[in-house]
C-alpha cells in the first residue's frame, strides 16, 4: 500500500477469525483419488510452474470467495476442491498451542519447547540456530501429516531489534546486535522452511513456512500513553539522541531495524513477512509502500505473501486515524472497498496470487501431502530424544554467569 494511497493492496489483509475446525483430516487439494475431484484443472498440473498454476486457480474465483481467502481464517471453496487454511501459527521456540493453525489433540500432544530466542542467540552458534529450527519444521510437518494442523505456515522469527529492556517481548528476539539478528534469521528461516545451512537447496518446495516480523522500526509496548499501535518512529521519539533530520533517520532505520529483514528476504528466502503496528515518519508499515513493495519486493526480491500483525489495518483507521474510513483502510468490508472502487480486481488477484503460490510451494495442491517430499515425517520425530537434549544444549550454550566479584583491601 501507497503512503497516498490505501488501496495499492501489494499485501494480504488478516483480521482476528478465529474458526473452529473438526475435521482430523489432513487438508490438501487435488486428490487424483477422488473421481469428483478438480485434479484436471490446471491449478493441479504439478508439472506447470507454480506461478502458472496460482494464476488459473485465481482465474476461477468469484469475488466473494476471493474476499473470503484474504484474512488468516481462508474460508473452504468446495466446488474448486480447495479445504479451508489457516495462516495463524507460532512457532517462536517451538510448535506452540497458540494461534488456532494446530491442535495438540490426537496422536501427538506435546512438541518440543526450545529455549527463549534470547537465550539462544546468546551461544553465537548459526548452525545450532539452523538445527533448532530444522527440527522445529520437521515437528511442524508431522503434526500436520497426523492431521492436527489446518495450516503450515508460521509467523516467525520475531527478528526485530531490541534496543529497550522496558520491551516485554524482547525476549522473543535474538537481542540488539543487527548483524547477529540478521545472521539468526537466515538460519531460522533456512532450518524451518527445509532449506540446508548454506542455502539453496529446496528448489521452491517448503517444508513449513516462515514469515519474518514485525517489519520495521518496532520495539515499544506502551509508554507514558504511547502504545504500540499509534507509535512514530520518528527521529524526535526516537531514543539514544538520534538525529532529528528525516535524512538521518532513514540512514539509521536502514542501518540497524532493515539489516535482519534484508537477510530474511535475500539468504533466507522467506514466503513471508508481518508489517507491524507503528508508524515511521508518520506512514503505517502495514501502509508503507516504500517499505512493502519499493524495498521489500523491488530491491530485495521478496515474493511471498505480507501479512498485517493482528487487526492492525483497521487501527490504521480506528487508532491513527491515517485512513479516514474503514474502506480506505481496507479492513474487512473488501466488497464495499470494491464498490467505492477504493481498491480493483487485479490489486486483490496479485495478493491471492501471493497466498496461494505459497500454499502450492507447501505441497498442498499436488494431491495427498503423506505421499510427497515431507510425507514421511511422523509422531516418532515429534519431543524425540534427539530433539530434546538439542533443546537442552542449546540451554546450556546459551547461559552466561557472570561473577560480581568485591575487591578485598589488601
Known amino acids: 500500500m ?12 488478516f483480521t482476528v477469525l478465529v474458526l473452529l475446525v473438526d475435521s482430523t483430516q489432513t487438508p490438501f487439494s487435488c486428490d487424483s483419488s477422488n473421481p ?72 501427538i500432544e506435546r512438541a518440543t ?55 516485554g517481548r524482547g525476549q522473543e528476539t535474538p537481542g540488539e546486535d543487527p548483524l547477529l539478528t540478521g545472521k539468526y534469521a537466515v538460519s531460522y528461516v533456512r532450518g524451518l522452511q ?27 509496548e506502551n509508554w507514558k500513553g504511547t502504545s504500540r499501535y499509534v507509535f512514530d518512529a520518528r527521529s524526535n521519539h526516537l531514543r539514544f539522541s538520534l538525529p532529528q533530520n528525516l535524512a538521518d533517520l532513514l540512514i539509521i532505520t536502514s542501518d540497524t531495524y532493515q539489516p535482519p529483514f534484508k537477510s530474511c528476504v535475500e539468504e533466507g528466502r522467506a514466503s513471508g513477512i508481518m508489517c507491524a503496528y507503528n508508524r515511521v515518519n508518520g506512514v503505517p508499515n502495514c501502509a508503507d509502500f516504500n517499505f512493502l513493495s519499493q524495498t521489500a519486493r523491488g530491491q530485495w526480491g521478496f515474493d511471498g505473501y505480507i501479512a498485517s500483525d493482528c487487526d492492525a489495518v483497521s487501527i490504521i483507521h480506528d487508532a491513527q486515524g491515517y485512513a479516514k474510513t474503514p474502506e480506505d483502510a481496507v479492513a474487512a468490508v473488501l466488497r464495499a472497498a470494491v464498490d467505492q472502487k477504493k481498491i480493483t ?40 530424544q534427539e530433539n530434546q537434549m538439542l533443546a537442552l544444549d542449546a540451554a546450556r550454550d546459551g547461559i552466561v554467569l557472570l561473577k560480581n566479584s568485591v575487591l578485598q583491601p589488601k
Open 194 to 220: 527445509g532449506d540446508s545451512f548454506e542455502g539453496g537447496k529446496t528448489n521452491g518446495q517448503l517444508q513449513a513456512s516462515a514469515c519474518c516480523k514485525h517489519f520495521t522500526a518496532y520495539d515499544l
Open 345 to 384: 480486481i487485479p490489486e486483490i488477484d496479485i495478493a491471492l496470487h501471493n497466498l496461494f503460490s505459497v500454499r502450492m510451494r507447501l505441497g498442498l495442491f499436488n494431491g495427498d501431502p503423506t505421499g510427497q517430499q515431507f510425507g514421511n515425517i511422523g509422531p516418532d520425530q515429534v519431543c524425540s
Open 113 to 167: 519447547s526450545f529455549p527463549q530466542v534470547i537465550l539462544s542467540a546468546a551461544s553465537f552458534d548459526a548452525n545450532q540456530w539452523y538445527r533448532i529450527s530444522q527440527a522445529i519444521g520437521k515437528e511442524a510437518r508431522a503434526l500436520y501429516n497426523a492431521g492436527q494442523f489446518t495450516g503450515m505456515t508460521f509467523w516467525a522469527p520475531n527478528i526485530n531489534i531490541f534496543r529497550d529492556p522496558r520491551w
Open 2 to 13: 501507497g503512503p497516498q494511497n490505501l488501496c495499492c493492496f501489494s499485501f494480504t489483509i
Open 36 to 107: 469428483s475431484s478438480t485434479n484436471t484443472f490446471p491449478f493441479c498440473k504439478t508439472t506447470l510452474p507454480i506461478s502458472q498454476r496460482a494464476n488459473d486457480l485465481v482465474s476461477r474465483l468469484t469475488l466473494d470467495e476471493k474476499i473470503s481467502q484474504l484474512v488468516n481464517s481462508a474460508q473452504p471453496i468446495p466446488r474448486l476442491g480447495i479445504p479451508g487454511y489457516q495462516w495463524w501459527s507460532e512457532a517462536l521456540h517451538g510448535i506452540a498451542y497458540a494461534g488456532p493453525g494446530i491442535r495438540f489433540n490426537g496422536s
